[in-house]
Structures are given as C-alpha cells and as structure tokens.
C-alpha cells in the first residue's frame, strides 16, 4: 500500500508558504503556492480512511485557486470562450451516467414506490423553497441570487449515490431517485425557475426545457443504448467514464470560477455562508421529510442525501446556456466543492453508525 503521508507534511508547508507570501504581498506565485498545497493534500488525505473521499475536492480547490488568481488562463485559449465547453462536458458527464444505468435501475419505482416518490417531491420541494428564500434574503444582484434558485431547482447530483454507499444507505433507492429526479428535471426545473426566478431573470421555459434535453435526455439515452449494446465489450471506456466525469466537473468549475472571478471577490464568503446552509439544511429537512412518513433509518439516509446534494454541472450549464455564467453560475461553482466536503463528513459520521433497523 502506498504512502501519502509525507503529502500532508508538504501541504502543510506550502501553506505556510502561502500564507508567508499573503502577508508579503508577493501574489505573483500565491496563486500557484495554494493550488500545489491543495494538489498535495488531494494526495495526502488518501492517508486517513475518514478523509479519503475528499481527494478530489481537493483537486478541485487547487483547480479552483489558480483559476482565483490568474483567471486570463481560464476564459480563452486561442480566441475560444472556454466557456463553450461547459454543454459538452456536461453531455459526455450525462452520457457516462447514462452507460452506468440499465433499465433495472427503475424497477424500485414499482418495488417501493413509497421512498421513491418521497425522494423525487422532497428534492423538488424543499430545495427550491430554501434557493428563493435565501436568495430573497442575500440582497444580492438579481442574477446571483437567481443562480441560488437555480442550484436549488437543479436534480440531485451524481455524487449522492457514492456518498450513499458510504453512508450504509439505500443505494438502490438513492440511484432510483437520481435518475428519477434527473430524467423529469427538463420539466420541471423550468417550471420552478419561471415560479421562483421569473422576477428576477428572464425564463424561457420552453426553450429551458429544451436545453436541458439536450444536456441530459440525449447523452443519458445514448448511454443507455451504448449500456445495452456495449456492455462488458468496451472495458476500457467503463473504467474511464467515472474519471472523464470528474475532469469534466473539475474543468466546469474552473471555468465558472475564472469567469466570475471579479464578482466572486465581492461577494464570495456571503455566498459560501449560503450554499452552506442551503446543503445543509437540504440534508436536514431531507432526513426529517422521510421520518415524518416513517421510512426506515436507511431511507432517511437516503432521502437527506439525494435532497441535500445537487447537480451543479446541470446549474452551471444552464446559466451558461443563458449567457450569465459569471453570475447566475456562481451559486452552483460554490456549491459543488462544498457538498462533496459536507457530504463526506455526513457519510463518515453515518458509516459509524450502523442503522438500528
């Protein structure tokens, strides 16, 4: 077994560093310093059981830190907007879900109706609700605040069923509410941004949803044909897809952040404040909203962590659709690192706790 432990000794000097070129004021290397410390804190953490699932949340910070300070290399290469990748990579993201799917996925529906659509109306209730109340409250710029509601109106996101996993949750419940959820969200995700943001932003919804099948139904329908026809016969791309999948997040994140770099500045420890609450009183409400109908200790594991943890790429690929990346996509580049840190920390306490039922 390796061991990474010598990453954490060095991440804690680059720190130090870090913060010794802060107080200097000699910025020109600050950024780079950080993004190396978190890139060997990615490597470090895989040293402790407790901490390994943040790995690549670390990564993420450290994409995420250079992109903070020097955002040139992040908005154009060569005259390309490289926000003209967000849509793709979330198709190739949504077309690696897809291949990871069957149709035997579903068969919950109809084995335990009850959890599922407690699941699907709790995640489609609950975090909208909070996105527009917090967002009424932030007095931020209306686009910002739009993109609070946006994250809150999004499906729940791909990384709730590994967090689930780890939990000693209901893993077949939690994939069967994700792609529930994921499927209907070209419906109803524009219904409740026309309901909860139509003042704020202009909402197409027609044109909304057809975004959003583009982004979503498409790649996921092409992975599922790919699943049924290819399945066991492209090994290589079966391994590969959940690593594309986590560059893709990587690289979206990194893109929004360098393109609302300015407005992040301003307003960007209010907004982390938001996103915080926001997930975990997603997670909160989530668990008690499935107590509330009696389901078991492993379904309202379940439902905290479907409810709680949203698809940001989804979020981010609709205000780029939009044209308002730089700040209907804020909320969303916030919110993703920071799920995957609460989410961790859920599932680690969880996993300790074995279920009384």
Not at 109 to 132: A, D, E, H, N, R
Not at 328 to 350: D, E, H, K, Q, R
Request: charged content about 10%; overall charge positive; hydrophobic content about 55%.
């Amino acid at each position: 077994m390796k061991n990474y432990k010598p990453f954490l000794y060095l991440s804690l000097l680059l720190f130090v560093l870090s913060g010794v070129l802060y107080l200097t004021h000699v910025t020109d290397f600050l950024g780079l310093a950080l993004a190396l410390a978190f890139l060997s804190l990615s490597l470090g953490v895989k040293s402790t059981e407790n901490l390994q699932g943040l790995s690549f949340t670390m990564i993420i910070f450290s994409a995420v830190s250079l992109s903070m300070f020097h955002p040139e290399y992040f908005r154009v290469w060569g005259g390309f907007k490289l926000g003209g990748l967000i849509v793709p990579l979330i198709q190739i993201i949504m077309f690696g879900m897809g291949t990871s799917m069957s149709m035997n996925d579903f068969a919950a529906v109809v084995k335990t109706p009850k959890g599922v659509i407690i699941g699907v109306f709790s995640q489609f209730i609950i975090m909208p609700t909070l996105g527009f109340t917090l967002a009424s409250l932030s007095n931020f710029p209306p686009e910002i605040a739009a993109g609070i509601i946006l994250i809150g109106c999004s499906p729940s996101g791909l990384a709730s069923n590994v967090m689930s996993y780890l939990a000693k949750a209901n893993l077949a419940l939690s994939i069967t509410i994700t792609s529930i959820t994921t499927l209907i969200a070209p419906f109803v995700t524009p219904l409740l941004m026309k309901l909860f943001a139509g003042a704020l932003v202009e909402i197409d919804v027609l044109k909304m949803m057809w975004d959003i099948n583009k982004m979503i139904i498409i790649p996921i329908g092409a992975g599922l044909i790919f699943n049924k026809l290819l399945k066991g016969k492209a090994k290589w791309l079966d391994d590969a897809m959940p690593i594309v999948s986590m560059i893709g997040i990587a690289c979206i994140i990194t893109i929004i952040t360098a393109s609302g770099r300015d407005n992040l500045l301003k307003i960007g420890p209010l907004l982390v404040i938001i996103v915080l609450i926001h997930n975990t009183f997603g997670y909160l409400l989530g668990y008690w909203s499935a107590r509330l109908f009696k389901m078991p200790e492993r379904d309202c594991r379940t439902v905290a962590i479907e409810v709680g943890m949203q698809n940001g790429g989804l979020a981010s690929g609709l205000a780029e659709k939009l044209g308002k990346a730089a700040t209907m996509g804020l909320a969303a580049a916030v919110f993703g690192p920071f799920m995957n840190i609460t989410g961790s920390i859920l599932a680690s306490y969880w996993h300790k706790k074995e279920p009384k039922d």
